[in-house]
């Protein structure tokens, strides 16, 4: 595998090969990057010269279905610990083309600059007349490249939640777009021509793959807006800033894929999969983007106790012009909402109409959007309300309340990226689980399986969405086999998943995370709606937090 190291401080660029066995062992995605990471001797502030931002695919990208995922692996400014984003889309694919596998950010540019790099030749410009422009501004500069991937004003303003843009896709979550705002990085774009290794090799998996896939197309007609199927009957869905768990069918119906429905304008998806998720809504400015998924559409929706699908739409949209993470920014608006009816914040947020204002304000860090750019944790610390505060370890939390699905404590508080829901999706086993979901040995132990499976994903660089398909894994660790001429399985690669996690959390550890701080605020451990005869104490999660512990050696 090919590396692009970019040093911003000398504006240099040179290729580097990663050694074979290095990728025989770390494959690529998350266990590559954060092999690479801690190389670096991650002991850095987020935000300096020193950092480094690295840009991940893996061996499958481009020649294996849904391998088509960059994942983003860096230090977050959100709490200073390891972290990482992923998106799918075409960069990954385009970046492979473009000559590199992966490319290495460090160093700090004096003024703004961009990197182009065409058939593997790397070059770092100017870019001043691109600073301050919307992601979208930037796509249309670099309309003749195959792939941009880009900050908004959000990352130049360093906002603690600013993402990254790919194209119609973000890597968003836990602030890694401010790094690239620190390092005066606008965008990388890519195009190129050049052969992907592995594809001759993996010609004839690739119909049993697509077969496999079948399956999954159906569920692709109404993607992840159905996940309210699940979590709403189950009393995990967070209502009005985690005060409430569930919302009655006549309100849930005008935000899930019954209200989106109608809005419809088109579908579409990533490359190299035939399930095309996405779906495509027109903005109130008339203009049809990439639409909202379940999180965003629970961020800016029940969590806001907004019920309006177009100012859900409209506020999707901003959050990918300014490079804002829309589940972060849907939190922070959520307690600026409780806060500003508690009398303790300067702002009367008083209506869903200002959800769209107030998230340029937050891009342009204007305003009270200033404050809120820092997250709940620093907005809560300068004017109160860190009761009701739903983060963990300074990362808000996503669209699921780990008061009736404990599992979710573990991928929140536990998981290497805070916060998120993607550590450990345990909602559905939770919930199927029924009154034994509360057991600390059973909620640790299936934690710790689902954490390990999410993670498989990212090392290969495949879609989470389609892992499930039958037979889909054991395919990829053939195609794998015959790119690296390495023996792989199923089993294997769950090896490297698993020591990925123990990766990752070294360099937590050596950055200084604490145990004492892997924990909740008074609202998810103390003003407990629960589900029916059960209630959560922090007594509870702290055994809980005590078996995973145990079950993974820490």
């Given at each position: 595998?090919?590396?692009?190291?970019?040093?911003?401080?000398?504006?240099?660029?040179?290729?580097?090969?990663?050694?074979?066995?290095?990728?025989e062992?770390?494959?690529?995605?998350?266990?590559?990057?954060?092999?690479?990471?801690?190389?670096?001797?991650?002991?850095?502030?987020?935000?300096?010269?020193?950092?480094?931002?690295?840009?991940?695919?893996?061996?499958?990208?481009?020649?294996?279905?849904?391998?088509?995922?960059?994942?983003?692996?860096?230090?977050?400014?959100?709490?200073?610990?390891?972290?990482?984003?992923?998106?799918?889309?075409?960069?990954?694919?385009?970046?492979?083309?473009?000559?590199?596998?992966?490319?290495?950010?460090?160093?700090?540019?004096?003024?703004?600059?961009?990197?182009?790099?065409?058939?593997?030749?790397?070059?770092i410009?100017?870019?001043?007349?691109?600073?301050?422009?919307?992601?979208?501004?930037?796509?249309q500069?670099?309309?003749?490249?195959?792939?941009?991937?880009?900050?908004?004003?959000?990352?130049?303003?360093?906002?603690?939640?600013?993402?990254?843009?790919?194209?119609?896709?973000?890597?968003?979550?836990?602030?890694?777009?401010?790094?690239?705002?620190?390092?005066?990085?606008?965008?990388?774009?890519?195009?190129?021509?050049?052969?992907?290794?592995?594809?001759?090799?993996?010609?004839?998996?690739?119909?049993?793959?697509?077969?496999?896939?079948?399956?999954?197309?159906?569920?692709?007609?109404?993607?992840?807006?159905?996940?309210?199927?699940?979590?709403?009957?189950?009393?995990?869905?967070p209502?009005?800033?985690?005060?409430?768990?569930?919302?009655?069918?006549?309100?849930?119906?005008?935000?899930?894929?019954?209200?989106f429905?109608?809005?419809?304008?088109?579908?579409?998806?990533?490359?190299?999969?035939?399930?095309?998720?996405?779906?495509d809504?027109?903005?109130?400015?008339?203009?049809?983007?990439d639409?909202?998924?379940?999180?965003?559409?629970?961020?800016?929706?029940?969590?806001?106790?907004?019920?309006?699908?177009?100012?859900?739409?409209?506020?999707?949209?901003?959050?990918?012009?300014?490079?804002?993470?829309?589940?972060?920014?849907?939190?922070?608006?959520?307690?600026?909402k409780?806060?500003?009816?508690?009398?303790?914040?300067?702002?009367?947020?008083?209506?869903?109409?200002?959800?769209?204002?107030?998230?340029?304000?937050?891009g342009?860090?204007?305003?009270?959007?200033?404050?809120?750019?820092?997250?709940?944790?620093?907005?809560?610390?300068?004017y109160?309300?860190?009761?009701?505060?739903?983060?963990?370890?300074?990362?808000?939390?996503?669209a699921?309340?780990?008061?009736?699905?404990?599992?979710?404590?573990?991928?929140?508080?536990?998981?290497?990226?805070?916060?998120?829901?993607?550590?450990?999706?345990?909602?559905?086993?939770?919930?199927?689980?029924?009154?034994?979901?509360?057991?600390?040995?059973?909620?640790?132990?299936?934690?710790?399986?689902?954490?390990?499976?999410n993670?498989?994903?990212?090392?290969?660089?495949?879609?989470?969405?389609?892992?499930?398909?039958?037979?889909?894994?054991?395919?990829?660790?053939?195609?794998?086999?015959?790119?690296?001429?390495?023996?792989?399985?199923?089993?294997?690669?769950?090896?490297?998943a698993?020591?990925?996690?123990?990766?990752?959390?070294?360099?937590?550890?050596?950055?200084?995370?604490?145990?004492?701080?892997?924990?909740?605020?008074?609202?998810?451990?103390?003003?407990?709606?629960?589900?029916?005869?059960?209630?959560?104490?922090?007594?509870?999660?702290?055994?809980?937090?005590?078996?995973?512990?145990?079950?993974?050696?820490?």
């Open positions: 595998m090919r590396l692009l190291k970019v040093d911003l401080t000398s504006q240099e660029a040179w290729a580097e090969d990663i050694p074979k066995k290095t990728v062992k770390h494959v690529g995605g998350r266990s590559l990057g954060s092999h690479l990471l801690l190389e670096t001797d991650p002991d850095y502030p987020p935000l300096s010269e020193e950092a480094h931002l690295l840009f991940m695919t893996s061996p499958l990208v481009g020649v294996f279905p849904c391998a088509n995922r960059t994942c983003v692996v860096g230090v977050s400014p959100a709490n200073g610990l390891y972290s990482f984003a992923n998106a799918g889309g075409k960069f990954a694919i385009a970046l492979r083309k473009a000559g590199f596998d992966a490319v290495d950010v460090f160093g700090a540019a004096k003024r703004p600059v961009y990197l182009s790099i065409i058939d593997g030749v790397p070059e410009v100017s870019a001043g007349h691109l600073w301050g422009k919307t992601t979208g501004k930037v796509r500069y670099f309309k003749n490249y195959s792939s941009v991937a880009c900050i908004g004003p959000a990352g130049e303003k360093l906002v603690k939640f600013a993402g990254i843009q790919m194209d119609e896709r973000s890597a968003a979550r836990t602030g890694l777009g401010s790094v690239l705002g620190y390092k005066k990085l606008k965008a990388i774009a890519v195009s190129g021509n050049q052969p992907i290794p592995g594809e001759e090799e993996v010609r004839e998996i690739i119909p049993k793959a697509m077969e496999s896939l079948k399956s999954m197309i159906p569920w692709g007609e109404v993607g992840t807006l159905d996940t309210t199927d699940l979590v709403n009957p189950g009393k995990c869905y209502v009005n800033n985690y005060r409430e768990n569930h919302l009655p069918d006549e309100k849930l119906a005008r935000i899930d894929f019954r209200g429905k109608p809005l419809v304008k088109g579908r579409g998806g990533c490359m190299l999969c035939p399930v095309q998720c996405a779906r809504f027109e903005t109130s400015w008339k203009e049809v983007r639409g909202p998924e379940y999180e965003t559409a629970w961020s800016f929706g029940a969590n806001l106790e907004n019920y309006d699908p177009k100012i859900i739409i409209d506020a999707n949209a901003l959050c990918d012009e300014y490079g804002l993470d829309t589940i972060s920014t849907g939190v922070v608006l959520a307690w600026l409780e806060a500003s009816e508690k009398g303790i914040v300067p702002y009367d947020f008083n209506s869903a109409s200002q959800i769209t204002e107030l998230i340029k304000m937050i342009r860090r204007e305003g009270i959007g200033d404050d809120l750019a820092e997250g709940v944790l620093g907005a809560s610390e300068k109160g309300g860190k009761e009701f505060a739903v983060h963990a370890y300074g990362v808000e939390l996503a699921y309340d780990p008061r009736s699905v404990p599992g979710m404590l573990i991928s929140y508080a536990l998981g290497s990226k805070k916060g998120s829901h993607l550590n450990a999706w345990t909602v559905a086993a939770d919930i199927k689980a029924g009154k034994k979901r509360f057991s600390p040995k059973e909620v640790a132990r299936r934690a710790n399986r689902i954490m390990v499976d993670t498989i994903p990212d090392v290969l660089c495949i879609c989470r969405f389609v892992r499930d398909a039958e037979g889909l894994e054991a395919l990829a660790a053939q195609a794998l086999s015959r790119i690296l001429g390495k023996k792989y399985t199923s089993s294997s690669i769950r090896r490297i698993d020591s990925t996690l123990e990766k990752e959390r070294e360099i937590s550890l050596l950055r200084g995370m604490e145990k004492e701080k892997e924990t909740f605020t008074e609202r998810i451990l103390s003003q407990d709606p629960g589900v029916e005869g059960h209630r959560l104490t922090e007594e509870e999660f702290e055994r809980i937090k005590e078996e995973f512990y145990r079950l993974r050696g820490w």
